[in-house]
C-alpha cells in the first residue's frame, strides 16, 4: 500500500473554527498503528466543541479539555496501512485488516486503569480532543498509539455501520449500569442513534415497561418498531404526569437521558421513583 506524506484533515483550532486543510500523515513506531480511515461520524459532543461548550474550552470552574489544534473526531472505523512489529504481535492484526481503537486513551498508571476501570482514567483523554495524546478519525489516515485499546472488526461490515461500533458500546455501557430488572419501567428519553441503540439494549433486558420519549413524532415512530411499549412527546403531553399514571404515581424505576438538553435532567428527576 502507498502512503502519501499528506492528507486532508479536519482540524479543530478553536470554537467556530474548524477548518479542512492538507496535514501530514502521522509517523509510527514499533508500538503504533496507521489507519487508513473508512468513516468516522459526528458526535453531538463534535458540534458542541465547534461551538463553543465549557466541556471542551473551558469557563467557570471547568478547565480546558480540548488542546487544539488538533484532528477531531472519535467515531472512526479504519484499515490497517502499516503497523509496526510490536503492534503486530500485540493485536494480531495485519495490513488490510480493519480495526477500531476505543475512543478512552487510558493512562495506565491511575488507580482506575489499574483495577481494570479504564473508563474511568483519571486523565479523560479521547481520540479528537488532545493532539499530545491522540488525533482523530476526521482525516484519510490516523495513528493509533500504544496506549490504544484496539480491536480487529469484521470486513464484511460496511464502514458506516462499522463507525457506529463506538456509540453502540457507550449505549452498551449504559444498559448495563442501568442493571434493568424484570419489573421495572424504564424511561429512556431522546430517540437519536444512541438512545435508539439503548433502546434496542434494554428491550432485550426484557423490563415491564419501555417507554421512549423524543419531540420528534417521526423518531417516536422508529422507536415504536424497534421495541417500545409506550412512545410519547413532550410537546404533545405532560410526559412526567402520564409516566406517573402508568405506574400508579410511583414514576418510572429507571431514566436514561441522551436529549443532551438540560430540561431532560429536570424531566428526569421528575418522573423517577
Same mark, same amino acid.
Given at each position: 500500500?502507498?502512503?502519501?506524506?499528506?492528507?486532508?484533515? $479536519?482540524?479543530?483550532?478553536?470554537?467556530?473554527?474548524?477548518?479542512?486543510?492538507?496535514?501530514?500523515?502521522?509517523?509510527?513506531?514499533?508500538?503504533?498503528?496507521?489507519? #487508513?480511515?473508512?468513516?468516522?461520524?459526528?458526535?453531538?459532543?463534535?458540534?458542541?466543541?465547534?461551538?463553543?461548550?465549557?466541556?471542551?474550552?473551558?469557563?467557570?470552574?471547568?478547565?480546558?479539555?480540548?488542546?487544539?489544534?488538533?484532528?477531531?473526531?472519535?467515531?472512526?472505523?479504519?484499515? $490497517?496501512?502499516?503497523?509496526?512489529?510490536?503492534?503486530?504481535?500485540?493485536? @494480531? *492484526?495485519?495490513?488490510?485488516?480493519? +480495526?477500531?481503537?476505543?475512543?478512552?486513551?487510558?493512562?495506565?498508571?491511575?488507580?482506575?486503569?489499574?483495577?481494570?476501570?479504564?473508563?474511568?482514567?483519571?486523565?479523560?483523554?479521547?481520540?479528537?480532543?488532545?493532539?499530545?495524546?491522540?488525533?482523530?478519525?476526521?482525516?484519510?489516515?490516523? #495513528?493509533?498509539?500504544?496506549?490504544?485499546?484496539?480491536?480487529?472488526? @469484521?470486513?464484511?461490515?460496511?464502514?458506516?455501520?462499522? +463507525?457506529?461500533?463506538?456509540?453502540? @458500546?457507550?449505549?452498551?455501557?449504559?444498559?448495563?449500569?442501568?442493571?434493568?430488572?424484570?419489573?421495572?419501567?424504564?424511561?429512556?428519553?431522546?430517540?437519536?442513534?444512541?438512545?435508539?441503540?439503548?433502546?434496542?439494549?434494554?428491550?432485550?433486558?426484557?423490563?415491564?415497561?419501555?417507554?421512549?420519549?423524543?419531540?420528534?413524532?417521526?423518531?417516536?415512530?422508529?422507536?415504536?418498531?424497534?421495541?417500545?411499549?409506550?412512545?410519547?412527546?413532550?410537546?404533545?403531553?405532560?410526559?412526567?404526569?402520564?409516566?406517573?399514571? *402508568?405506574?400508579?404515581?410511583?414514576?418510572?424505576?429507571?431514566?436514561?437521558?441522551?436529549?443532551?438538553?438540560?430540561?431532560?435532567?429536570?424531566?428526569?428527576?421528575?418522573?423517577?421513583?
Amino acid at each position: 500500500m502507498t502512503i502519501p506524506e499528506k492528507m486532508n484533515a $479536519v482540524m479543530c483550532y478553536g470554537p467556530n473554527d474548524y477548518r479542512y486543510e492538507s496535514i501530514p500523515v502521522p509517523v509510527i513506531d514499533e508500538d503504533e498503528i496507521l489507519i #487508513k480511515v473508512e468513516a468516522c461520524g459526528i458526535c453531538a459532543g463534535d458540534t458542541k466543541s465547534y461551538h463553543g461548550a465549557a466541556m471542551f474550552w473551558g469557563g467557570g470552574v471547568l478547565p480546558p479539555w480540548n488542546q487544539a489544534p488538533v484532528v477531531a473526531g472519535h467515531e472512526f472505523i479504519g484499515r $490497517v496501512a502499516k503497523i509496526g512489529e510490536k503492534a503486530r504481535k500485540k493485536h @494480531s *492484526l495485519e495490513v488490510g485488516d480493519r +480495526a477500531i481503537a476505543e475512543q478512552i486513551v487510558p493512562c495506565g498508571e491511575c488507580r482506575f486503569c489499574k483495577s481494570g476501570e479504564y473508563w474511568m482514567c483519571e486523565t479523560n483523554n479521547i481520540h479528537g480532543h488532545q493532539k499530545i495524546v491522540a488525533e482523530g478519525g476526521m482525516a484519510e489516515y490516523m #495513528k493509533y498509539g500504544k496506549r490504544d485499546v484496539v480491536h480487529k472488526v @469484521s470486513k464484511t461490515i460496511k464502514p458506516e455501520y462499522a +463507525a457506529m461500533l463506538e456509540p453502540l @458500546s457507550c449505549s452498551v455501557h449504559t444498559i448495563e449500569r442501568a442493571q434493568i430488572k424484570f419489573n421495572d419501567a424504564v424511561v429512556i428519553a431522546g430517540m437519536g442513534p444512541i438512545g435508539l441503540c439503548k433502546l434496542q439494549l434494554a428491550k432485550l433486558k426484557n423490563p415491564k415497561m419501555l417507554i421512549a420519549l423524543d419531540t420528534k413524532d417521526s423518531r417516536l415512530d422508529v422507536a415504536k418498531k424497534l421495541g417500545a411499549d409506550i412512545v410519547l412527546n413532550p410537546l404533545s403531553c405532560d410526559v412526567v404526569a402520564e409516566v406517573k399514571n *402508568l405506574t400508579d404515581g410511583y414514576g418510572c424505576d429507571i431514566y436514561i437521558h441522551n436529549t443532551g438538553h438540560p430540561s431532560g435532567v429536570i424531566q428526569g428527576l421528575e418522573m423517577i421513583r
